[in-house]
């Protein structure tokens, strides 16, 4: 019966089709009538653009399309294959294949968009818990998110990966924590270490824990520390004191950016490294000419390769 009914409505959808004539109006109403015949709420209708066909040499003959769907049923897209390259038709066995791969497909895209709300939660628990810390003060309001912005942008100009930058704005955001604890670098390092950092982050800890030492071992206060001052970590030493000079503090008034620059690069091959100085320069350039803009309001910039044995510069 229900066969029936719809060999009917079909029978009808091709009398209404086949008396309109405007090309404008037809795929409004094909694609209501595969609404209608199937039960569904929306449908859309796709024209092979034969102009463009014709501007880049390739002509379309056939296509094959599978729905991506989710393991809970959910749609995530459409993979299509168009036109054998032997110029045959495709075949059932096509079809057959290409579903098979969008069922592998569909885990690998749901994997990543699990990792993806991951990522985003825990950046945004780290996020939320630093601002809440450096609100307390107006004058640091804020000062840690800096911090992290400009060693990112440090870390794009030298070209680190993507995972170096992403290690390197998660440090950046904690790099004040020794402070807000009231601990010394030690305690902090074991502290973080108990946060559990996915293996990504493994090396967070040490970064925080060193970013108060420079190249030659020496602290701000001159306490002795391990002469190897992770890579990172001095980055996070240089946006640190960067962000510090040119904000206003309870002691002193803001410096500008040029002065700043150049107490910095005093130091240059004994406390900073002079690659990370250049750097800086260059990123601070750029954001005064408005070429880039502070890394946090770029997602998704950083691509996510496999982790590497070691986060350079990191024992």
């Excluded at 293996?199 to 190897?228: F, N």
């Excluded at 880039?292 to 990191?314: A, E, F, M, T």
Aim: aromatic residues 6%; proline residues 4%.
């Amino acid at each position: 019966m229900l066969a029936d009914a719809i060999s009917r409505k079909l029978l009808e959808i091709q009398v209404q089709l086949g008396s309109v004539r405007d090309l404008d109006r037809l795929p409004s109403l094909i694609s209501q009538a595969a609404a209608d015949l199937c039960d569904a709420d929306r449908s859309a209708l796709f024209f092979l653009d034969r102009d463009l066909d014709r501007e880049t040499g390739c002509f379309t003959r056939n296509r094959v399309a599978v729905a991506l769907n989710a393991g809970s049923g959910e749609p995530l897209g459409v993979v299509e294959i168009a036109d054998k390259k032997d110029g045959t038709a495709f075949t059932q066995a096509d079809g057959d294949t290409l579903h098979a791969l969008a069922v592998v497909a569909s885990v690998a895209i749901e994997n990543a968009i699990l990792f993806q709300e991951h990522e985003t939660q825990f950046l945004s628990f780290v996020e939320t818990m630093v601002a809440t810390a450096d609100g307390r003060d107006p004058l640091t309001a804020g000062h840690s998110r800096l911090v992290s912005d400009y060693a990112c942008g440090m870390a794009q100009e030298m070209g680190l990966s993507g995972q170096e930058v992403d290690v390197v704005r998660v440090a950046g955001l904690l790099h004040d924590y020794e402070q807000q604890a009231r601990k010394g670098a030690t305690a902090v390092r074991e502290i973080l270490k108990g946060i559990r950092f996915s293996h990504k982050y493994r090396h967070v800890p040490e970064i925080v824990a060193s970013h108060h030492g420079y190249m030659d071992g020496s602290r701000y206060g001159g306490a002795a520390l391990d002469p190897r001052i992770p890579f990172l970590a001095n980055m996070i030493t240089v946006a640190d004191l960067f962000e510090s000079l040119t904000a206003d503090r309870h002691a002193r008034r803001s410096m500008s950016a040029a002065e700043a620059l150049s107490i910095l690069k005093q130091g240059t091959g004994k406390r900073f490294d002079p690659a990370i100085l250049g750097a800086m320069e260059r990123y601070w350039q750029k954001c005064t000419l408005g070429m880039k803009r502070p890394v946090r309001l770029l997602p998704g910039i950083n691509p996510q390769p496999s982790p590497p044995d070691h986060i350079r510069g990191c024992p």
